[in-house]
């Protein structure tokens, strides 16, 4: 049983919270407020014909080109704004996102009048307002994610695999760094470590985006970097792309992988990773290798420099260590335990586990997401390719 009450407003669609008991004789109040206000409520018509059984529970409403659906539900109750003259959704505005952004000038006026005074009714009800803060810049926004009590990772010490630009330069928090817009056109901002791999850049007041460490790069590092648009590599301009194996060849390809047994396939895999850590598809070195016991393991022959305020020497590595590969690989990023995953499950059972995801030149390898024919070629003819 909820003892608190409150209410919350986040784009167009406003949330009362509590008690069934306490927020549905208020929202049925507020509905009667609005009604005074000019609007025409009533049940949903769509609820009506397809759920009736929903329909004591469902509303609808408008006020001119102004509309809103409502419902009310076991811990409280809700409404949402939409217009239906900027409409993108072939439903209705009803179903798009950005619906405030999509309406148009005087409609957004008319809302927002509206919701002051929806505000001014629940506060004087007792409710309390739980809404989020609203943030006018984007360095505002940036700080207030970076700020927030639910962040409860620490962006200090990050390891090579979450602050390595695409050139290989360490990343830190405020740095002005470069990237490339959809087009290649280039573009620069400040860089505010996110979580995981993932950076806030502040391109300016109004504008700021989310984007992973290798998307990231200084203008002096090599001289591409300076090129004010750059068309980027596609993987559809190779050949290998195009190429479509035959039946034939798939059953060759996995009759191999099964008559190599466990130990060839294991040479295999090791083969696909060492090539993926050599195009920076993965930023360690990982092998595949049988233990003592005859169950398979993992590990990582070149871990992360040596850090000692700075960056000692690009080829000194930690030692050696096994890394867990049941029930998931660990110690990783996301991408590099799908990889590692699939092509475990390769050698243990000589099946082929990795499907076509990779296959795209936006597959989230940066610049380097060009080489998938390459990577497909590669597994197609060890049989692990999907």
Same mark, same amino acid.
């Given at each position: 049983?909820?003892?608190?009450?409150? &209410?919350?407003?986040?784009?167009?669609?406003? +949330?009362?919270?509590?008690?069934?008991?306490?927020?549905?004789?208020?929202?049925?109040?507020?509905?009667?407020?609005?009604r005074n206000r000019g609007f025409v409520v009533g049940s949903d018509p769509r609820i009506d014909r397809d759920y009736p059984i929903l329909s004591k529970d469902r509303f609808a409403s408008n006020k001119g080109e102004?509309?809103?659906?409502?419902?009310?539900?076991?811990?409280? +109750?809700? #409404? @949402?704004?939409?217009?239906?003259?900027?409409?993108?959704?072939?439903?209705? *505005?009803?179903?798009?996102?950005?619906?405030?952004?999509?309406?148009?000038? /005087?409609?957004?006026?008319?809302?927002? $009048?509206?919701?002051?005074?929806?505000?001014? =009714?629940?506060?004087?009800?007792?409710?309390?307002?739980?809404?989020?803060?609203?943030?006018?810049?984007?360095?505002?926004?940036?700080?207030? @994610? #970076?700020?927030?009590?639910?962040?409860?990772?620490?962006?200090?010490?990050?390891?090579?695999?979450?602050?390595?630009?695409?050139?290989?330069?360490?990343?830190?928090?405020?740095?002005?760094?470069?990237?490339?817009?959809?087009? *290649?056109?280039?573009?620069?901002?400040?860089?505010?470590?996110?979580?995981?791999?993932?950076?806030? $850049?502040?391109?300016?007041?109004?504008?700021?985006?989310?984007? +992973?460490? =290798?998307? #990231?790069?200084?203008?002096?590092? $090599?001289?591409?970097?300076?090129? %004010?648009? !750059?068309?980027?590599?596609?993987?559809?301009?190779?050949?290998?792309?195009?190429?479509v194996p035959t039946e034939g060849q798939l059953k060759d390809w996995k009759r191999k992988a099964k008559q190599a047994g466990r130990e060839g396939r294991i040479q295999f895999a090791n083969a696909i990773l060492g090539?993926?850590?050599?195009?920076?598809?993965?930023?360690?070195?990982?092998?595949? &290798?049988?233990?003592?016991?005859? %169950?398979?393991?993992?590990?990582?022959?070149? *871990?992360?420099?040596?850090? !000692?305020?700075?960056?000692?020497?690009?080829?000194?590595?930690?030692?050696?260590?096994?890394?867990?590969?049941?029930?998931?690989?660990?110690?990783?990023?996301?991408?590099?335990?799908?990889?590692?995953?699939? /092509?475990?499950?390769?050698?243990?059972?000589?099946?082929?586990?990795?499907?076509?995801? &990779?296959?795209?030149?936006?597959?989230?390898?940066?610049?380097? +997401?060009?080489?998938?024919?390459? $990577?497909? @070629?590669?597994?197609?003819?060890? *049989?692990?390719?999907?």
């Open positions: 049983m909820r003892r608190d009450k409150d &209410f919350s407003i986040w784009n167009t669609s406003i +949330a009362v919270r509590g008690d069934k008991e306490i927020s549905h004789p208020t929202f049925l109040r507020m509905l009667d407020m609005m102004l509309l809103f659906v409502g419902e009310k539900y076991n811990c409280g +109750a809700k #409404l @949402e704004f939409y217009q239906e003259i900027n409409v993108e959704n072939p439903n209705g *505005g009803r179903y798009d996102f950005n619906k405030f952004e999509k309406m148009p000038y /005087l409609l957004q006026k008319r809302f927002l $009048v509206e919701v002051r005074y929806m505000e001014q =009714f629940l506060l004087e009800e007792g409710f309390t307002c739980d809404s989020e803060p609203v943030l006018k810049t984007s360095y505002d926004k940036v700080f207030h @994610e #970076l700020n927030s009590p639910s962040r409860h990772w620490s962006s200090e010490n990050l390891p090579d695999y979450n602050a390595l630009d695409k050139d290989g330069i360490r990343i830190n928090n405020g740095e002005v760094k470069y990237f490339r817009g959809r087009k *290649g056109t280039l573009m620069r901002g400040t860089v505010y470590h996110n979580i995981n791999n993932m950076w806030w $850049v502040i391109v300016n007041k109004d504008h700021y985006t989310n984007l +992973a460490a =290798f998307e #990231l790069f200084n203008l002096d590092t $090599v001289p591409e970097n300076a090129i %004010r648009k !750059l068309i980027r590599r596609s993987g559809h301009s190779n050949p290998k792309s195009r190429f090539y993926l850590y050599e195009i920076g598809w993965v930023s360690r070195k990982f092998q595949l &290798f049988i233990k003592e016991t005859k %169950r398979l393991g993992l590990v990582e022959t070149e *871990g992360n420099p040596y850090f !000692l305020g700075m960056r000692v020497g690009e080829k000194k590595y930690d030692p050696p260590k096994s890394i867990p590969l049941y029930p998931k690989p660990q110690q990783m990023s996301g991408t590099e335990s799908g990889w590692v995953e699939n /092509l475990r499950d390769y050698v243990t059972y000589g099946k082929p586990t990795v499907s076509r995801w &990779f296959c795209k030149d936006q597959n989230g390898e940066g610049g380097q +997401a060009y080489l998938w024919p390459e $990577v497909r @070629e590669r597994l197609l003819h060890i *049989g692990a390719h999907v």
